[in-house]
């Protein structure tokens, strides 16, 4: 019996049709998947190959994947950094006519990193911390969307380098919820649930013997909480000073700026005499360094990187000595003389190690290294070479590490 | 273990004007099963919010035993909410993966290892304890994530649609497992589903919401016998209830061919503002076949016969004038009626059967209010 699919898409890639949909994800022959998932988890995922890139594919309820699809996508237009969503397809039947789950498909975000596979790579002992700083980042960005997550954990994410940092990007989006304005009571729920997650998560790794045991999960899962309140603190709060000390307005900013965000609206009001000055950010937006770069070179690249970036911009204008000059001009020639060089240089086989930001990134701190070694100032090409040879040839490529987790979720209670 | 009150709670969200729930005034028992039931945009989920600490309560109090818990923090309320994604620790034993929250909170481990054993025994895994998650079924992965709701001990459960996300058959399974597990727990739980059939089949009571408000709160029996309004009559009981508009003529309820018998009570209890019309609602079950000319007989023109084996149902149009026939709508739809039959004597497409509400069986309401009139 033909089955009588329904495919929800915003843009179809045909190639999708071509999969066999007829047949329960778990039995999909090795021939069409890219990799196989380790450990147990409760929906049905695999990676597939499709048109040059991977795809992810998860069989679960009708109602869940299309309320899936609907947040991703809300969170894709606002920005958000979650994964992006191809598809829902319904109607799924073997050739016996019995009927099979629907399924999301999402695209698989190319160099990122699953929690699990950071761990099992060269160990530092601050990478758990790292994670999560990048999650409480994300956590705080999706809040300030009016985003309700529901299961924020290391699991539910994935994490790709972004200048020595981590940038935390959302996966699974099935009990989220968009809200005009999230309560106190949700914002302190969804962060006491990231908090009993990643607690849980370290512990399964110490149980897994993958996180040394002598690590305090208790207090590194607190760490979610500490960096988030201080964050939201940051972009919410209401300030007071007097007005002799206006200046604190412009500082509040660059404050905001400095940890990426641009502000949208700042309320400010007077007391009636008129001695005292207060402040408070209504509207603040993420990717304050991204737009900039954008806006200068074109360059889409993630919030640190970028930061980076235009940190090494703004050192090659002064060395250049080329302060009087416009931005625009100046960034035109750091791209071509400084970035695109260094890129290009990679050889063709070496570039699925790492992304081009990342890259760029890892010379800059590569140079800086062997500068202090050699007691010289090493010229970038120099060391972009030195990099190539004693560095990257010998990490592993990063552009598709695939792995959908460990950890088993059960959605509703199903006995 | 404790009761939980909603004592005229509201929440209007900022920007509009109707209360998403308005002044819910609602009781649940010590050890109660409450299903909190209507369709999509009542109020339900958020009252259950509410209760769980999720939405602001912009007036009225919400009271976990005698505690006001109103502006008290989720976590800090006593209660689990057993609707989110429970991870299951694949390194770790059944035994922790049960009972790590209560590691987290610092709870000694000698009180960690009883209360875990005390659930593992209710939910029949105490055997695999010791074992990884991978060793256990797919049922029995799932009670896993349940116990770990149960070790917190809680004063109440908030359940928002759990079963939403099954296929049909493993609702009904997982249906009947829930109830009996908070039958044996006796924690008072409350439960949110748009799917009436799961109200009736899982509460001790049931309370319909609709637009925010309260209809009827009662046991699966009360809303089933005696619905408080149309909505309810409506929307509780599977296939629905047939509800039709009539007009009162000499102490009767009459609509085209149809002259159905009312008692003075139910007509003296009529306003003005019901402008001599009257809801008569019938469920398909509570009509009798009967020979034409009978008193209070519906003509029924038979559109389209289902025989089911044990039942069957003829879904109909009300005889004679078209337009007369919109007056009577059912779970079908508009002009729609559904009665049902002895299924060893069944009516062919076309033919016109005549039927006649059971005596007790007949709900009547006032026509301007929708509210439910003396028998």
């Known amino acids: ?415 | 273990m404790a009761s939980v009150t909603f004592d005229k709670a509201t929440r209007i969200y900022p920007g509009t004007e109707r209360p998403a729930v308005d002044a819910l005034d609602l009781e649940v028992g010590d050890g109660e099963f409450l299903v909190l039931v209507g369709p999509s945009g009542c109020g339900k989920s958020t009252s259950l919010r509410m209760l769980a600490g999720l939405e602001d309560v912009n007036s009225g109090r919400i009271l976990i035993g005698d505690r006001d818990v109103t502006d008290v923090q989720p976590k800090d309320r006593d209660i689990a909410m057993v609707f989110q994604n429970y991870a299951l620790y694949p390194h770790m034993s059944v035994a922790d993966n049960m009972g790590f929250a209560l590691k987290i909170a610092g709870k000694p481990k000698a009180e960690i290892r009883q209360r875990v054993e005390e659930a593992a025994k209710i939910l029949d895994l105490t055997e695999y304890l010791d074992r990884k998650p991978k060793a256990l079924s797919g049922g029995q992965r799932q009670r896993v994530a349940m116990g770990r709701a149960i070790v917190r001990q809680p004063q109440v459960f908030l359940m928002d649609e759990p079963l939403s996300n099954l296929d049909a058959k493993l609702r009904v399974q997982t249906r009947t497992q829930i109830a009996s597990l908070q039958r044996r727990l006796g924690v008072t739980t409350v439960y949110v589903t748009h799917d009436q059939t799961e109200a009736l089949t899982m509460g001790d009571r049931i309370a319909v919401l609709k637009d925010g408000v309260l209809q009827q709160v009662g046991t699966p029996r009360d809303m089933y016998d005696r619905p408080a309004n149309v909505f309810v009559a409506g929307f509780i009981g599977s296939p629905a209830m047939n509800l039709g508009t009539f007009h009162i003529e000499d102490g009767a309820a009459v609509l085209g061919e149809a002259r159905v018998p009312l008692s003075r009570e139910t007509i003296s209890a009529l306003g003005n503002d019901s402008k001599g019309e009257i809801i008569v609602g019938f469920r398909p079950e509570s009509l009798d076949r009967v020979s034409a000319g009978t008193e209070g007989a519906i003509p029924v023109t038979v559109d389209l016969v289902e025989e089911l084996g044990s039942d069957a149902f003829v879904y109909g149009r009300l005889a004679g004038s078209k337009e007369l026939a919109e007056h009577i709508s059912s779970g079908a739809g508009e002009a729609q009626i559904i009665v049902r039959i002895d299924p060893r004597d069944v009516p062919m497409k076309g033919d016109t059967v005549y039927a006649r509400i059971r005596p007790g069986e007949q709900h009547n309401f006032a026509a301007a209010t929708g509210e439910r009139l003396p028998d």
């Not at chain 1, 000073?241 to 990426?260: H, K, P, Q, S």
């Not at chain 1, 202090?372 to 592993?396: G, M, T, W």
Request: charged share 30%; net charge negative; glycine share 6%.
């Open chain 1, 1 to 415: 019996m033909a089955q009588s699919l329904e495919i929800t898409a915003a843009r179809l890639d045909p190639a999708l049709l071509d999969l066999p949909w007829e047949v329960t994800l778990e039995e999909w022959p090795e021939s069409v998947l890219a990799a196989l998932p380790r450990g147990i988890s409760r929906h049905v995922v695999r990676f597939v190959r499709l048109s040059g890139r991977v795809i992810a594919i998860k069989e679960i309820g009708e109602t869940v994947a299309f309320h899936e699809y609907e947040m991703l996508r809300n969170l894709n237009r606002l920005g958000a950094p979650s994964v992006q969503p191809l598809a829902v397809l319904t109607g799924r039947s073997t050739p016996q006519g019995e009927p099979l789950d629907s399924v999301l498909v999402t695209e698989h975000l190319q160099f990122s990193l699953p929690y699990r596979a950071l761990f099992s790579q060269y160990l530092r002992p601050d990478t758990a911390t790292r994670l999560i700083d990048a999650l409480a980042v994300l956590l705080v960005r999706l809040h300030v969307l009016g985003f309700y997550w529901g299961d924020v954990s290391l699991s539910n994410t994935l994490f790709r380098r972004d200048a020595g940092a981590f940038a935390a990007y959302l996966v699974d989006a099935e009990t989220g919820e968009f809200q005009p304005e999230l309560t106190v009571g949700q914002r302190e729920y969804d962060l006491d649930i990231a908090r009993t997650n990643i607690i849980g998560e370290l512990m399964d790794l110490q149980a897994g013997e993958i996180l040394d045991e002598d690590v305090d999960t208790i207090s590194v899962g607190n760490r979610i909480v500490e960096r988030y309140t201080e964050l939201w603190h940051e972009l919410t709060s209401s300030e007071s000073f007097d007005t002799g000390e206006r200046w604190r307005v412009a500082a509040r900013i660059d404050r905001l700026n400095e940890l990426g965000y641009d502000v949208g609206e700042l309320a400010i009001t007077t007391d009636i005499d008129g001695t005292r000055i207060h402040i408070q950010p209504k509207v603040v937006d993420a990717g304050h360094h991204h737009r900039r770069l954008m806006r200068l070179t074109g360059l889409d690249v993630q919030e640190n990187q970028a930061r980076r970036m235009l940190n090494d911009l703004d050192a090659f204008r002064a060395a250049t000595d080329r302060q009087g000059e416009e931005e625009e001009f100046v960034a035109h020639d750091w791209l071509a003389r400084v970035f695109e060089p260094t890129v290009r240089a990679i050889p063709r086989d070496l570039r699925g190690k790492l992304e081009p930001a990342e890259i760029f990134h890892e010379v800059l701190e590569h140079r800086w290294f062997i500068s202090q070694q050699q007691e010289r100032d090493v010229p970038l090409p120099e060391a972009v070479q030195s990099y190539i040879d004693n560095v990257l040839r010998h990490r592993p490529d990063e552009r598709a590490v695939l792995d959908p987790g460990d950890t088993r979720t059960i959605p509703r209670i199903d006995f």
